[in-house]
C-alpha cells in the first residue's frame, strides 16, 4: 500500500494562528460517520462560517487558495482530540504536506501513517513562507524530504521532520501495518512473556 | 534521556522490537475501542483480508453518540444508528467483548476500563481517543491513537511509535480544603501550557498526588493531554491496589499477591533520572476556572481575566482571539460570571465521587438551580449510574433542579443530542473549551469542578464554593 514519498511540490495554503485544535479543523458533528469520504467539504467549516459572518474570507474558501496541496500552519497544530478525521479532511480537500511550527503529537502520529507528511519551520519561517503564499497564490512551493528544505519563490527555509517518519517516508514504508504484521511471531514470544497475561509468573 | 522511571519500565517491558525506520515496535496490553474512532479502522481489515491478532485484549463499548434521554433503538439520528449497527457488526464478526447500553457496563470508554479492572499497573494500553491518558492513573503507559493506527493495534496487537522524554511533576505540600484535582490540572496546564508536554510523558508525583484517591488521579492524569503530553501517569501505590482488588477483571486470589509484587517493582526508582522536572506547591492552588479557549486559559477563582500583556508576545494573538469569542475583556472578574448551562459528566469528573461532591454542594447550600439555567447530570458510566441511584444522589440533583441522565460522553463534546445553543454560556465539568465544542460553532465554555458548577448552576453565576463548604 506504501509508495515512497521525497517531495511534494504544488501551490500553498495559509492557515494563520496557534494551537488549532482538530474540533476547529473538523467539527464533532461530522464525526458521525463510518467512512472518511467527504470528509473534504468541511475541513474548517465553523471556522469558514464565523469568517464568513464577519464578512471576511478564510483561506479554504478563498479562490486563490483552491487547489493547494501544501498547506502552512504555525505552532501546536492539531492539538486536541486523536480524531484522524482531522488530517482526513485536510488531505481528502487536497492538501499532500503540511508545514508548522509544530505539532500535536497524536496529529502528527496520524499524518505519518496516512503517508501525510507534516514538517516543522521556525515560527519567523512559517510565517515568511505564509507570507510569500499571500503575496504570490500561484508560487510554487515545494516540500522536500531529501534536503530537508521548503522552497517559495527563490528562497529555501530548513525544515524538520523525526529521522523515524522521514526514513518512513523515503523508504516508502509510512504504512506500518505490513511490517507490524510480519513481527507476529515475534510479538507472540512477546506475550508469551508478560507477567500479566502469564498469571504473574 | 530518563533512567528507571515508570515510564522507561513499562516501555522497554512491551518492546517487540526495532523496525528498520528506527521507530520502536511497542506491544498494547490493553486496547479499548469505541464507535467514532474504530469503523474506517475494521474496513481497512476487511480490505487487506487480515484478522484480529488478540481478540480478547482489545474491549469495546459506545459512548460518544449514546442518547442520555431516549436510548430506544433505532435511534432518531440515522447517522448515530449507523454508528452503533458498525461497532455491533465488527465486533460480532472479529470477536471483540461489547458493552453495550443495558449490559450494566456500558459507558465513557475511560471509565469503564478502570471499573471493570480492566486498566493495571504495568500495562500499555491504547485507545482511539486523546484522553487515554486517563489510564495512567494506574501506572499503565497509556496514550490515544488514530484510527490507522487502531487499524494497526487490530491486525498486530502493536504500534510503530518513538520513545517519549520523561518530566516528573512534583506537586509538595497538599491541596487546601474546597480545592480539588479538577483545580490541582487546570492549575498545571495554566503554568505549563497546552503545548508545554508535546514530546513528554508526564509522571505526577509528589506528596499532593500521593494523597489523591485513585478517581482523583484519574482526573489529572485525563487531562495530561490537554497539556501537550501524549501520557501522564502516577506510579502505583496502595491506593492503586485497593481499587483493583475483587474488580472484574482485576487478579484473583494468590495472583493479586504475585501482582503486586510486579506492580510494585514497575514504579519509578528511588534513583530514577528524568529529562525534566517541574516543582508546584499545592498550597498555593485555588479553585480555578478556564475564561478562554484553550484549557490553559484558567485563572483562581479570585483573579480576573488577565491581561494579553501578561503572556508572551507570540501567544497575545490567541489570547486576543479568546477574549473576542468569549466576549470578555481583561480585567473582569471571573467571579459573577452569568451562566447558561451546568454540565456534570464526562471521563474527567463523571465518576461516583465528582458526583458526590457535587451533590453534597447542592445540600450544603440549599437552594435549587437558578431559574433560566439548564443543569443536568450525566453519569459516566451505567455503574456509576446505578452507585449514585442507590445512594440517592439522583434523587439529590432531581430534588435541586439538575436533569438526571444515561451514561455517556453527551455534552463533553455534543455528538448527541444535548449541545449548546447560539453563544450560550456553559460551565461544564469536561476537559475542553475549545471553539464550538459543546455543540453550538458559537457556544462557549468554562472548564471547572464539579463542586464549581453545582454551585453555579445555584447561583446562575460564578461563585466560589468555598462560601459554602465548612
Ligand atoms: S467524555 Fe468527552 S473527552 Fe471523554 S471520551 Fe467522551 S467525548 Fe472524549
Known amino acids: ?201 | 534521556m530518563s533512567r528507571n522511571t515508570l515510564f522507561d519500565k513499562v516501555w522497554d517491558l512491551h518492546t517487540v522490537r526495532q523496525l528498520p525506520s528506527g521507530q520502536t515496535q511497542l506491544f498494547i496490553g490493553l486496547h479499548m475501542i469505541h464507535e467514532v474512532t474504530s469503523p474506517q479502522a475494521f474496513a481497512w481489515l476487511r480490505e487487506r483480508k487480515l484478522q484480529v491478532a488478540f481478540p480478547e485484549r482489545s474491549v469495546a463499548t459506545v459512548d460518544h453518540i449514546v442518547p442520555t434521554e431516549d436510548q430506544a433503538r433505532p435511534y432518531a439520528d440515522g447517522l448515530a444508528e449507523d454508528m452503533m449497527q458498525a461497532i455491533e457488526r465488527n465486533c460480532r464478526e472479529f470477536g471483540i467483548r461489547l458493552y453495550q447500553p443495558g449490559s450494566g457496563k456500558q459507558g465513557v470508554v475511560h471509565i469503564v476500563a478502570p471499573e471493570q479492572g480492566l486498566t493495571q499497573p504495568g500495562m500499555t494500553v491504547a485507545c482511539g481517543d486523546s484522553h487515554t491518558a486517563t489510564h495512567g492513573a494506574f501506572g499503565a503507559i497509556a496514550f490515544g491513537i488514530g484510527t490507522s493506527q487502531v487499524r494497526d493495534v487490530l491486525a498486530s496487537q502493536t504500534l510503530s511509535m518513538s520513545r517519549m522524554k520523561v518530566r516528573k511533576i512534583d506537586v509538595k505540600g497538599r491541596l487546601k480544603p474546597g480545592v480539588t484535582a479538577k483545580d490541582l490540572i487546570l492549575h498545571i496546564l495554566r503554568v505549563l501550557s497546552a503545548k508545554g508536554g508535546v514530546g513528554f510523558a508526564y509522571e505526577f508525583a509528589g506528596e499532593a498526588i500521593a494523597a489523591l484517591s485513585m478517581e482523583e488521579r484519574m482526573t489529572v492524569c485525563n487531562m495530561a493531554i490537554e497539556g501537550g503530553a501524549r501520557c501522564g501517569y502516577i506510579n502505583p501505590d496502595q491506593v492503586t491496589f485497593d481499587y483493583l482488588k475483587g474488580r472484574e477483571f482485576a487478579p484473583k486470589g494468590a495472583d493479586f499477591d504475585k501482582a503486586i509484587a510486579f506492580w510494585k517493582s514497575i514504579a519509578s526508582s528511588p534513583d530514577a533520572e528524568f529529562d525534566d522536572v517541574k516543582t508546584f506547591d499545592a498550597a498555593t492552588i485555588e479553585p480555578t476556572v478556564t475564561w478562554g479557549i484553550s484549557p490553559d486559559q484558567g485563572v483562581g477563582i479570585g483573579e480576573s481575566i488577565p491581561a494579553k500583556e501578561s503572556f508572551p508576545v507570540s501567544e497575545q494573538p490567541n489570547i486576543e482571539e479568546a477574549y473576542a469569542y468569549m466576549g470578555f475583556t481583561a480585567g473582569q472578574p471571573i467571579a459573577g460570571t452569568k451562566i447558561d448551562v451546568a454540565f456534570i459528566g464526562s471521563c474527567t469528573n463523571g465518576r461516583i465521587s465528582d458526583l458526590r461532591a457535587a451533590a453534597a454542594v447542592l445540600k450544603q447550600h440549599g437552594g435549587t438551580v437558578k431559574p433560566g439555567v439548564k443543569a443536568f447530570v450525566v453519569p459516566g458510566s451505567e455503574a456509576v449510574k446505578k452507585a449514585a441511584e442507590a445512594e440517592g444522589l439522583h434523587e439529590v440533583f432531581k430534588k435541586h433542579g439538575f436533569e438526571w441522565r444515561e451514561a455517556g460522553c453527551s455534552m463533553c463534546l455534543a455528538m448527541n443530542p444535548d449541545k449548546l445553543k447560539g453563544k450560550q454560556l456553559s460551565m461544564s465539568t469536561s476537559n475542553r473549551n475549545f471553539k464550538g465544542r459543546q455543540g453550538s460553532p458559537e457556544g462557549r465554555t468554562l472548564l471547572a469542578s464539579p463542586a464549581m458548577v453545582a454551585i453555579a448552576a445555584l447561583e446562575g453565576v460564578v461563585t466560589d464554593v468555598r462560601k459554602v463548604l465548612k
Not at chain 1, 473534504?40 to 478563498?62: I, V, Y
Not at chain 1, 500552519?73 to 503540511?98: D, L, T, Y
Request: with cysteine; aromatic share 6%.
Open chain 1, 1 to 201: 500500500m506504501s509508495s515512497i514519498i521525497s517531495s511534494i511540490s504544488g501551490r500553498g495554503i495559509p492557515v494563520r494562528g496557534n494551537d488549532i485544535d482538530t474540533d476547529r479543523i473538523i467539527p464533532a458533528r461530522f464525526l458521525r460517520c463510518v467512512t472518511f469520504d467527504g470528509l473534504g467539504a468541511h475541513a474548517f467549516e465553523d471556522d469558514r462560517l464565523q469568517l464568513k459572518a464577519q464578512g471576511k474570507l478564510h483561506s479554504f474558501d478563498d479562490a486563490r487558495f483552491q487547489g493547494a496541496k501544501v498547506l502552512v500552519a504555525n505552532s501546536n497544530f492539531g492539538c486536541g482530540s486523536s480524531r484522524e478525521h482531522a488530517p482526513q479532511a485536510i488531505a481528502k480537500w487536497g492538501v499532500q504536506a503540511i508545514v508548522a511550527v509544530s505539532y500535536s503529537e497524536i496529529f502528527h502520529g496520524n499524518c505519518v501513517a496516512m503517508g501525510l507528511p507534516a514538517v516543522r519551520v521556525s515560527l519567523a519561517d512559517s510565517e515568511a513562507i505564509q507570507s510569500a503564499i499571500e503575496a504570490d497564490p500561484k508560487a510554487e512551493v515545494s516540500v522536500d524530504l531529501q534536503a530537508m528544505q521548503v522552497k517559495i519563490a527563490g528562497k529555501s527555509f530548513a525544515c524538520q521532520l523525526g529521522d523515524g517518519p522521514r526514513k518512513q517516508f523515503l523508504t516508502g514504508q509510512w504504512d506500518a501495518l505490513g511490517e507490524l504484521v510480519d513481527g507476529l511471531p515475534q510479538v507472540k514470544a512477546k506475550a508469551a512473556k508478560l507477567p500479566y497475561l502469564n498469571a504473574f509468573a
